[in-house]
């Protein structure tokens, strides 16, 4: 029979392509949106997957709206992708972001328990969680030190799972996934800020790109590869949460001098660090042990922080030159 997938925030990066890899292995495929009439998804349009996807309008902090798209639906898997997912923005915005992740996710879980659902849930957390790991590869077991709204949202997100799994017995599993980035993303991110600005430069626009710590060091990888590990979660005869990430970190810096290297630029003629962008608080070393991925979900990263840097630099120059099938961003 063929399974039926709900994917909260599918108009996302990795609800986009989450999507495009369920289908592909034969899944019919609903998504949710607040206003399906009104968002975006360009996304889904640009993976070619937009007519194969039914939506339905859902506000995920709203229970009776999650308990009528659920009952409609009746899932067997549901991949919660949605909520307020920008680290900076949280420091504007800690309400909405706390809102949208707990309450949110609290509502799925409930919805799923009060209908006695025999369904799985997946739960996107965060490696904002672990917070500073100092150089050591975060494992799941490593303790939570939550440094941003964002990263205090998750972590609580990932523990309302957990309680539900235990308490109801629940089929809810978290990934606890490090960056992961892709020509999708929204142009608020750092990643694709230094990608779309260094390919502009190249092409002559004279700008200088404004960034605030560029010394932080983060785990990269490739969106495409992080949705394959949740669904590879999902197919677990027990629940479990899993740590998602390449391994390897490296500084922003790093990342700037590739993507500017990438254009042929030396990327201190055009960089220039302002204190007004750094945040409040921020982690210096962010880095995951995907070794129990490998050894029990058969899952490993293929590209790593310069393979990311070309592939999305490559995009973004196609984006440019206005060359068909490029990823066209509405800054959403």
């Given at each position: ?8 925030g ?37 993976l070619?997957?937009?007519?194969n ?11 009776h ?31 909405e ?26 739960n ?20 939570f ?6 990263a ?7 523990w ?10 629940l ?7 490090f ?10 991110f ?35 590869e992080?949705?394959?590990?949740m ?19 490296s ?10 290297a ?12 302002d ?47 206005g ?7 509405p800054?959403?």
């Amino acid at each position: 029979m063929t399974k039926r997938a709900l994917i909260t925030g599918i108009s996302g990066q990795d609800g986009a392509y989450l999507a495009k890899s369920l289908l592909a292995k034969g899944y019919e495929v609903h998504g949710t949106s607040r206003d399906r009439e009104t968002t975006n998804f360009w996304r889904l349009e640009r993976l070619g997957v937009r007519g194969n996807v039914t939506i339905h309008s859902m506000s995920i902090t709203e229970l009776h709206s999650v308990l009528h798209v659920l009952k409609l639906v009746q899932p067997d898997e549901v991949y919660n992708l949605a909520g307020q997912s920008s680290v900076s923005l949280s420091f504007e915005q800690p309400l909405e972001t706390m809102t949208s992740n707990v309450i949110g996710t609290l509502n799925l879980l409930e919805s799923m328990r009060f209908f006695g659902s025999r369904g799985r849930l997946y739960n996107a957390a965060s490696s904002e969680s672990f917070g500073d790991v100092g150089g050591v590869p975060a494992v799941i077991g490593t303790p939570f030190a939550p440094r941003s709204p964002y990263a205090v949202a998750k972590a609580t997100a990932f523990w309302e799972v957990a309680n539900y799994r235990e308490a109801y017995g629940l089929h809810a599993c978290s990934g606890v996934l490090f960056n992961h980035e892709s020509p999708l993303r929204s142009p608020r991110f750092v990643t694709r800020k230094i990608v779309a600005a260094a390919c502009r430069i190249a092409a002559g626009s004279g700008e200088t790109l404004h960034l605030g710590n560029i010394d932080v060091q983060r785990d990269w990888g490739w969106a495409e590869e992080y949705v394959e590990a949740m669904w590879r979660m999902m197919q677990q005869p027990e629940p479990r949460d899993y740590v998602i990430a390449t391994g390897v970190q490296s500084s922003l810096r790093d990342f700037v001098r590739e993507a500017f290297a990438c254009v042929g630029l030396d990327w201190q003629d055009h960089v220039h660090t302002d204190p007004a962008l750094f945040r409040p608080s921020d982690i210096a070393s962010s880095v995951g042990d995907p070794r129990v991925a490998h050894e029990e979900l058969g899952w490993k990263a293929t590209m790593f922080m310069p393979d990311v840097v070309r592939e999305m630099v490559r995009h973004e120059q196609a984006m440019l030159a206005g060359e068909e099938g490029a990823p066209g961003m509405p800054e959403s």
